[in-house]
């Protein structure tokens, strides 16, 4: 599904983000990348969804060699990849309903589709009967799950969550942990990308360790260590 092959991000001047990463990550992984902040987590984040190229070696996505990605065809990527964040990145104008269908709608869904989806969506991620609220009427956890719906418009082979819990309390972080474990089981493969040394612990799912922009530790059922 995603294969990194010694793959080495440098930035100008001179500096290593990423040194001579080799990853799989098989379809249907739970996958946690973690280490410090500046260790190049972002950066693996940036590289699989085309944002970045990498400077030295290949990259693939379910077969497909984007290494020198043509900037036309990165939305056919992205359709293909969920991304949420740690600050949700909602519309603020915009109810959950509309949140969720304009990620359909930029890309030319029929009206007819998104009015069959997005209610779909807003019942995975368990916000039935808020669908017409704004953004600064949810709660952060709500917020984190309307990012969630978003990212799944696609129905995506692969959900990056990039630090989805950084700005949520325990009780929401077990929440949205819990919901990426249930869009997992439904075959997605989901790349959790966090500093948060509880959450990776308690998964007891495979865990790669960044450290200084290298991979010094891949475990099947790992732990945090650092």
Request: cysteine-free.
């Amino acid at each position: 599904m995603i294969i990194f092959k010694n793959v080495s991000k440098i930035y100008h001047p001179n500096i290593s983000a990423l040194k001579e990463a080799t990853l799989h990550i098989e379809p249907g992984e739970f996958v946690s990348i973690v280490g410090q902040s500046g260790v190049g987590k972002t950066t693996i984040v940036k590289l699989i969804t085309a944002e970045e190229r990498p400077t030295h070696g290949t990259i693939t996505i379910g077969g497909w060699d984007i290494t020198h990605i043509k900037n036309r065809a990165k939305p056919i990527l992205r359709r293909q990849i969920g991304v949420i964040f740690q600050d949700f990145k909602l519309l603020p104008s915009k109810t959950v309903d509309e949140n969720i269908a304009f990620a359909l709608q930029v890309s030319g869904s029929p009206f007819t589709k998104i009015k069959t989806i997005v209610p779909q969506l807003i019942k995975v991620v368990g916000l039935e009967k808020k669908e017409d609220r704004f953004p600064k009427q949810l709660s952060g956890g709500e917020k984190q799950r309307v990012a969630i719906a978003r990212a799944l418009a696609h129905r995506p082979k692969v959900l990056v969550a990039d630090e989805p819990t950084g700005n949520l309390d325990a009780i929401n972080t077990n929440e949205i942990v819990d919901l990426l474990l249930k869009i997992n089981s439904f075959g997605t493969t989901v790349v959790l990308v966090t500093h948060n040394r509880e959450v990776v612990n308690n998964l007891h799912k495979r865990v790669i360790t960044l450290e200084a922009g290298e991979i010094v530790s891949d475990q099947k059922k790992g732990k945090y260590m650092l």
